[in-house]
Structures are given as structure tokens and as C-alpha cells.
């Protein structure tokens, strides 16, 4: 009886390290994007990566705000989905939490967020000579609410998986092995 249960934990161990190198093969399947910098000044230069969207086809890019859009342009997949790209923020971007999205001509889409900072105000002469700056430790600590939307993945990694599985057939086993055991 026990080489029997031992030769169920092996098996599902097994099961289990097969599972984990398919990690290898479906990570590269999901689209995403990442942006560089995260905190951007309207102005500034703004490079993005993508990864798995359309391959060899047209992804457009945009900037998407709670009260500000627009498309930043476009940019092509080489075979695998895969492009970098560089964009200039507008200059008339007001300051706030965006997604930076991409929508490949197939559908697939991917976002990843930024910020981008408020412009500095242009001194006038009259007011340089009264600036006074100040700087409160509240105001720092909690950041300005936006309306922007927020994604929570929903997905599992490969691992996760692999672990409800092993949970699951260890489970099985475990009854099948008490099942038994009562006969």
C-alpha cells in the first residue's frame, strides 16, 4: 500500500514539473506593454515596448486621461507582435494618472500607466518678484484622485495554475487513497 502512494505523489509530482516547463511556452503569449518613464512632464519623451500584439500589422497608441484623450500615433509588430517606439506627450496634456494603450488591428490590447506631471507656471515679472514656494508634507503623501480607470488582471500565471492543479490532484489522490484503504 505504501509503494502505491508513493508511486501517486511521484506520478502527480511529475504532472507537476511538466506543467511548470509549459510555463515557458505560454509566457509569451499574453500582449503587454511597458512604458519608460512612468512620470512624464507634458513635453517630454516617452518610449514604449510592446510585447504579442499584431504581428507584422499596424498597433495604435494612445494616451487616455479622465478628462483628457488623444492618440499619441501608431506603430508596427514585427513577427512576433513585438515594437518600440518613441512619442513626444503633447504639450497641453494637463497633469494626471493615464493609460498608455495600445490596440493592435487584430484586437489584441495592452496598457500600462503613467503620470504625467503638471507644467511648471511661466513666471511674469511682476509675479517673480513675490514667489514664494512652500511645501507641505500632506500634499506629497497622497496623491490627487482621478477618474481614470483602473484594470485589475484577472489572469493566472502559469505557476498559479500549476499550483491548483497539484492542489486539486493531490486532493483526488488523497481520497482515492482513504477510499481505498476503507475496503
Same mark, same amino acid.
Given at each position: ?14 504532472s ?11 509566457a509569451?503569449g ?18 514604449? =515596448? ?6 507584422n ?8 486621461? !479622465?478628462?483628457f484623450v ?15 517606439i ?6 497641453e ?7 498608455? =494603450? ?6 489584441k ?11 511648471p ?5 511682476e ?7 512652500? !511645501? ?17 488582471? =484577472? ?6 495554475w500549476a499550483?491548483?492543479?497539484l492542489?486539486?490532484g493531490?486532493?483526488a489522490?488523497?481520497?482515492l487513497?482513504l477510499?481505498?484503504?476503507?475496503d
Amino acid at each position: 500500500m505504501n509503494g502505491r502512494f508513493f508511486r501517486i505523489i511521484a506520478t502527480w509530482l511529475a504532472s507537476l514539473l511538466f506543467l511548470i516547463s509549459l510555463g515557458n511556452a505560454w509566457a509569451h503569449g499574453e500582449p503587454k506593454i511597458t512604458v519608460t518613464p512612468e512620470v512624464v512632464a507634458p513635453g517630454g519623451n516617452l518610449e514604449v =515596448r510592446g510585447e504579442s500584439l499584431t504581428e507584422n500589422g499596424e498597433i495604435t497608441i494612445s494616451l487616455q486621461g !479622465a478628462l483628457f484623450v488623444t492618440t499619441l500615433g501608431t506603430a508596427t509588430g514585427d513577427a512576433e507582435g513585438d515594437f518600440i517606439i518613441n512619442f513626444i506627450i503633447p504639450p497641453e496634456t494637463p497633469g494626471g494618472t493615464y493609460l498608455v =494603450r495600445a490596440l493592435g488591428a487584430d484586437g489584441k490590447t495592452a496598457s500600462a500607466q503613467i503620470t504625467v506631471t503638471e507644467p511648471p507656471p511661466t513666471p511674469t515679472p511682476e509675479a517673480a518678484a513675490t514667489v514664494s514656494v512652500s !511645501a507641505t508634507p500632506e500634499a506629497e503623501a497622497h496623491p490627487e484622485p482621478s477618474a481614470a480607470e483602473h484594470q485589475i488582471p =484577472r489572469s493566472r500565471s502559469t505557476g498559479e495554475w500549476a499550483l491548483i492543479l497539484l492542489g486539486l490532484g493531490l486532493s483526488a489522490g488523497v481520497g482515492l487513497f482513504l477510499v481505498r484503504t476503507r475496503d
